[in-house]
């Protein structure tokens, strides 16, 4: 319960802070994007997103930090805009709870966040998962298609560890499939996991989604899913998530 209070003060008072992770072009290996990945520092102590992330959505708290999440990474982009004095040609993407869409309004939320700081809407991803279609998945199609609507590109996040059937791939307006590190960290020399990745990149070239490895911590793997037609990496290899000064300096080197 005091995670919950402690939280709950934090987003208030607007301690929370965004780290900003590149995904990369595996061909070019130019920055495509980043993953905005809220952090919690109390009293010196960084609080794992693996303690406070499930706290929030448990307490309803991922509400509010969600919505901040969306701001602070529209108001990020731009500011990263007006540092190039140009616009930025990197897309932010954040994480949406399937909490937020069975209780929020996110396509509103989105309007109003790319209103707010002036950015195209085309510039932001929404990360959901395959959660967000078990728990209501009408809801969820209303969500999604609201979402392209308005112009944002939807990710489908730690693909391959839901429940849900796949026929919905095909009906929903999902534009990228994010390999879920799980099968990525270790893929080298462990036939399982060769076999559910390539899988998962056949079945995205046949409906025509593009893919994100998620965990390529190496040079190795990197040029491997490379081979194996996957189009874009995220991981240690590239990058550990950084701070929003150090992301632009990041984009600014690399392209
Ligand atoms: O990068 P890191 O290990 O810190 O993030 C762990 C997980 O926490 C991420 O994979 C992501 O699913 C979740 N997470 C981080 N920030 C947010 C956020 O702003 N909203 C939601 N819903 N999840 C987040
Ligand atoms: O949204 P998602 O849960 O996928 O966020 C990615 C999480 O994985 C973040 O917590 C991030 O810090 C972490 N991460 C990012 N790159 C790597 C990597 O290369 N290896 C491992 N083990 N974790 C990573
Ligand atoms: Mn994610
Ligand atoms: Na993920």
């Not at 960084?46 to 509400?63: N, Q």
Request: charged share 25%.
């Amino acid at each position: 319960f005091t995670t919950e209070t402690s939280l709950r003060r934090a987003i208030e008072a607007n301690r929370l802070t965004l780290a900003f992770q590149p995904v990369i072009e595996l061909n070019s290996g130019k920055v495509t994007s980043f993953e905005a990945l809220a952090r919690w520092r109390e009293e010196g102590v960084d609080i794992p997103p693996s303690t406070f992330i499930p706290v929030a959505e448990e307490s309803g708290l991922i509400v509010p930090l969600g919505r901040w999440a969306l701001d602070e990474a529209a108001r990020t982009l731009k500011l990263w805009d007006r540092v190039a004095g140009s616009d930025v040609p990197v897309r932010m993407a954040v994480n949406v709870s399937a909490i937020q869409i069975a209780r929020d309004d996110v396509p509103t939320m989105l309007r109003e966040a790319v209103a707010r700081h002036d950015v195209a809407a085309e510039r932001l991803v929404l990360e959901l998962t395959e959660s967000v279609i078990v728990a209501d998945p009408d809801r969820a199609a209303k969500a999604m298609e609201s979402i392209r609507q308005i112009g944002a590109t939807i990710a489908l996040d730690d693909f391959g560890t839901g429940y849900s059937n796949l026929a919905y791939l095909q009906r929903l307006p999902i534009d990228v499939l994010k390999i879920d590190q799980s099968f990525v960290t270790g893929m080298l020399g462990n036939r399982d996991k060769v076999a559910i990745v390539r899988a998962v990149l056949s079945l995205a070239e046949a409906l025509g989604l593009r893919t994100t490895a998620e965990g390529v911590e190496t040079l190795e793997l990197a040029q491997t899913l490379a081979a194996l037609g996957c189009t874009r990496g995220q991981g240690y290899f590239y990058s550990a998530p950084l701070s929003a000064e150090d992301a632009y300096a990041f984009w600014a080197r690399s392209n």
